[in-house]
């Protein structure tokens, strides 16, 4: 193809993937629209997306005449109307993976802080409060870390964990069982699951089955000093339902990274829940995965550019470009 394409993208991104496109497109920022209308208008002129948490809706799909894929800069699409990405001939694509280790480090380090009250340890020092008997922890070793989701990052979670002594646990119906760490047993049954679980942590995609797939009735199967982890989405878990779990004593902490609405608000209920950690949509952000993704998104643009469907398409059937 000798024409330029036209690739919009998001407000934020690691320059090192746009910067690999500039011999085949030309690269607009999102942040020049001031709303979804003034974006809605010019739409048109636009080739290729690459989006992060941006929506790209029906409304904004129904516009893009030229359109040829959305590149999905991370894993989850729930934020792109994939069903209507198809009817208008436009694969969506994402790059799973490419924050893998960021989201696994992460979550890791959710779950020690949370387990050795590290937050709560340092708020009291820097009010000048010593208080050593409160902030007692317990050890890692020796527990079992129920993996909701045995992807990229789930495995990774294991394989680092394993270190501390831990072994894990996983629900994953789409998981191949001989891909997983030695140290990880798959389950089919969720039930079997939860009750073997000391600590939770959530690797899954947000989609119809999943969502408020963890709620009061798994934290009942939890024992008291469980402590659930979140760096996936934050619709997979029931918010209300963690409140009055962590509130009654029935679990011993959470590690939030990932919200149902985002930002939360100041009055988010979770914040004055004993126990908990939270960050602000961070897992998967590290510098070298922000870069890792701006890569690999760019590099969907160019396989469609060159008239190839991506290996990563999710509606691989769509793809037909013009």
């Known amino acids: 193809m000798s024409r330029t394409w036209t690739v919009l993208l998001p407000p934020t991104i690691d320059p090192v993937g746009p910067e690999s496109l500039a011999d085949i497109a030309t690269c607009t920022s999102r942040a020049v629209y001031a709303d979804e209308d003034a974006l809605v208008a010019d739409i048109d002129r636009y080739d290729a997306i690459i989006t992060r948490t941006q929506p790209v809706t029906e409304r904004l799909l129904a516009a893009a005449d030229r359109l040829q894929i959305v590149a999905k ?24 993976g490419e924050n893998a280790n960021s989201v696994a480090e992460h979550a890791v380090a959710l779950l020690l802080a949370a387990t050795r009250n590290v937050v709560d340890a340092d708020r009291a020092t820097q009010a000048g409060e010593w208080r050593r008997a409160d902030f007692r922890g317990r050890d890692l070793r020796g527990r079992t870390l129920g993996l909701f989701g045995a992807g990229n990052a789930g495995t990774r979670v294991a394989t680092l964990l394993a270190g ?4 894990c646990v996983a629900y994953d119906p789409y998981a191949d069982p001989a891909s997983l760490p030695e140290t990880v047993s ?17 690797h899954a995609p947000l989609t119809p089955e999943t969502r408020h797939a963890i709620g009061a009735e798994a934290f009942a199967l939890l024992p008291d000093d469980g402590v659930v982890v979140n760096t996936a989405r934050g619709g997979i878990v029931d918010e ?14 959470a590690g939030v990274d990932v919200y149902e609405t985002e930002p939360p608000a100041p009055d988010d209920p979770i914040a004055s829940c004993p126990g908990v950690v939270r960050t602000q949509h961070n897992a998967g952000t590290s510098a070298a995965a ?22 990563t398409a999710l509606n691989p059937d769509a793809w037909g470009p013009s």
Do not use: C, I, K, W
């Open 240 to 253: 209300a339902a963690l409140v009055t779990a962590l509130e009654a004593g029935d679990l011993g902490g």
């Open 186 to 202: 798959l389950v089919d049954d969720e039930v079997e699951f939860f009750e073997r679980a000391d600590d939770l942590s959530v």
């Open 290 to 311: 922000l870069a890792n993704m701006s890569r690999a998104a760019a590099a969907l643009v160019r396989t469609a550019y060159e008239g190839t469907v991506p290996e």
């Open 164 to 167: 501390f002594g831990v072994t």
């Open 73 to 96: 800069h991370g894993t989850g699409v729930d934020n792109v109307d994939v069903d209507a990405a198809t009817e208008r001939g436009v694969v969506v694509a994402n790059t799973p």
